[in-house]
């Protein structure tokens, strides 16, 4: 059960376990301070080096966004092995960021993304499992802090507790790799529609996505089953784009996108401390749901809200 510290929701509330306050201080000793945010996120202040958003902005692009691949298939389903289906992406132009939001979401600026493919659902227990068994990845803690590894009837569950690195080592046996940020905020936003949420600009609630509403993870205080709620499924039919894990990312934390890249690749240089996650989690109110909220952890950090999803 989560040990829960209650703000005020225009605070974009963070909840955090014993263990992630423990976490929390052993970053301060270390001088690597985080901080919550108005999101809900966590922010590694040691990395704020780059120049406020407010100051530099990037050139104008004043160019519609839309589909630049126009002979694409957009949205059609390739199923392979391990039971993974990838779902593709067409490349378009979308403006990324929030102008009104945080900080770390501004400027806002003109990305332009080449096609690609995501995986339909978040990584679950038995398709990591499948990894695992072919000496590609190794195992999660079993049944700590809210694992879904080793617990009985969760083979369709996101799989959690994993580390970046262990993301990274599964999306390549899988013939894949973890998405670029843009690439994620740009499917999560559904291309150049540029919605709010992945299943449009409703407001939040367990009916789109598993979240805090009701109490975390829609009552039951831990994550749900892949794909639980379709009605909050992406227009290309991804699930849980939104809610139940966070999901990592290529790059790493960068205080604002000021000097981010504009071609959909991941801002991998210069590296940082924390690498970038998104979507929110179980325990997320409706700030956390947001497209374009931006969070962070260490990669050697593995936790029950941390998931991922490949993309190639």
Not at 67 to 78: E, H, I
Not at 90 to 116: I, K, L, N
Not at 247 to 267: C, I, R
């Amino acid at each position: 059960m989560h040990e829960k510290i209650k703000i005020e929701e225009t605070s974009r509330i963070s909840r955090f376990t014993t263990k992630r306050r423990a976490i929390w201080t052993f970053r301060c000793l270390l001088g690597l301070c985080l901080s919550t945010s108005l999101s809900g996120c966590v922010y590694d202040y040691s990395l704020k080096n780059v120049d406020s958003a407010s100051d530099t902005q990037p050139p104008t692009d004043t160019s519609a966004p839309g589909n630049t691949d126009p002979g694409c298939d957009d949205g059609a389903k390739a199923e392979v092995g391990a039971g993974l289906t990838w779902v593709t992406i067409c490349g378009g132009t979308f403006e990324m960021g929030a102008a009104t939001e945080d900080e770390d979401e501004r400027p806002v600026h003109r990305v332009e993304v080449q096609t690609y493919e995501m995986l339909e659902t978040e990584v679950t227990v038995a398709q990591y499992r499948q990894c695992v068994q072919a000496e590609a990845c190794t195992q999660p803690p079993s049944k700590e802090n809210g694992g879904n590894w080793g617990i009985a009837d969760r083979e369709n569950y996101p799989i959690n507790n994993v580390t970046w690195y262990q993301a990274e080592d599964f999306c390549t046996w899988a013939g894949g790799r973890l998405p670029s940020e843009a690439e994620w905020e740009y499917a999560a936003s559904n291309g150049d529609a540029e919605d709010e949420f992945p299943w449009g600009n409703a407001r939040p609630t367990c009916s789109y996505a598993i979240m805090d509403d009701g109490g975390d993870g829609c009552g039951i205080d831990h994550t749900w089953p892949a794909c639980s709620r379709p009605e909050g499924n992406t227009t290309h039919g991804l699930c849980d784009m939104a809610g139940n894990v966070w999901e990592w990312v290529q790059d790493w934390y960068h205080s604002n996108y000021t000097g981010a890249p504009l071609d959909g690749t991941a801002w991998v240089d210069p590296s940082g401390t924390v690498k970038v996650r998104r979507g929110g989690a179980y325990y997320n109110l409706v700030g956390g749901m947001r497209a374009s909220n931006r969070s962070t952890d260490m990669p050697t950090i593995g936790e029950d809200y941390l998931g991922f999803r490949c993309a190639r």
